[in-house]
């Protein structure tokens, strides 16, 4: 118990020390920022191809499926890099104390459109397994799981966009009226 306490009480310390915490946390993401995109890119270069061609091997049916499929999965992991892309943008925007600035909305908007195309194309991918018959268990949750994963992440961003104009049209409300209060001081 004492163990505990004394844990809490240096998180305690240290999230007072607000500035420091928010560097370290933007530097902290932008690690795994580097080893999510360094992650996909091997996906998309050496798993998938591997993947898609012992399923061919596996199952001869199904081998005129390989390309499509395969285009489909690397495109829908060229959009969770630009996604990743945008959100390392947003963290210059965030080190840089300008969060609530108009500039934020257009990686915010990256992030929604690859959102939405990840998940487009991931519903794509599940009617060519349905139309072809070729609906494997573990394809197909993982197809669903792509579907369902990026509607939902991408309808969060579009949520905190919507805070995030909100945010902005305040920010700039507070600025005008600092300005007029000036004049009038």
């Known amino acids: 118990m004492r163990l505990v306490n004394s844990a809490l009480h240096v998180v305690g310390r240290v999230l007072a020390r607000e500035r420091w915490t928010e560097r370290h946390a933007v530097n902290a993401l932008r690690l795994v920022l580097v080893l999510v995109f360094v992650g996909v890119l091997v996906a998309q270069a050496l798993v998938f191809p591997l993947l898609a061609a012992d399923l061919a091997w596996s199952y001869p049916e199904a081998a005129f499926l390989r390309w499509p499929l395969l285009v489909?999965?690397?495109?829908?992991?060229?959009?969770?890099?630009?996604?990743?892309?945008?959100?390392?943008?947003?963290?210059?925007?965030?080190?840089?104390?300008?969060?609530?600035?108009?500039?934020?909305?257009?990686?915010?908007?990256?992030i929604i459109l690859a959102g939405t195309v990840a998940t487009t194309l991931a519903v794509a991918a599940l009617a060519v397994q349905g139309t072809t018959g070729m609906l494997q268990p573990g394809l197909l949750l993982v197809t669903m799981g792509a579907i369902v994963g990026g509607a939902g992440v991408t309808l969060l961003i579009m949520v905190l966009r919507a805070l995030l104009v909100r945010a902005v049209a305040l920010d700039e409300e507070t600025e005008a009226l600092q300005a007029e209060l000036g004049e009038v001081i």
């Open 72 to 110: 489909m999965v690397i495109a829908g992991l060229g959009m969770v890099q630009v996604a990743v892309v945008c959100i390392g943008r947003l963290l210059t925007v965030v080190a840089e104390s300008s969060t609530f600035s108009r500039d934020a909305y257009r990686y915010v908007d990256g």
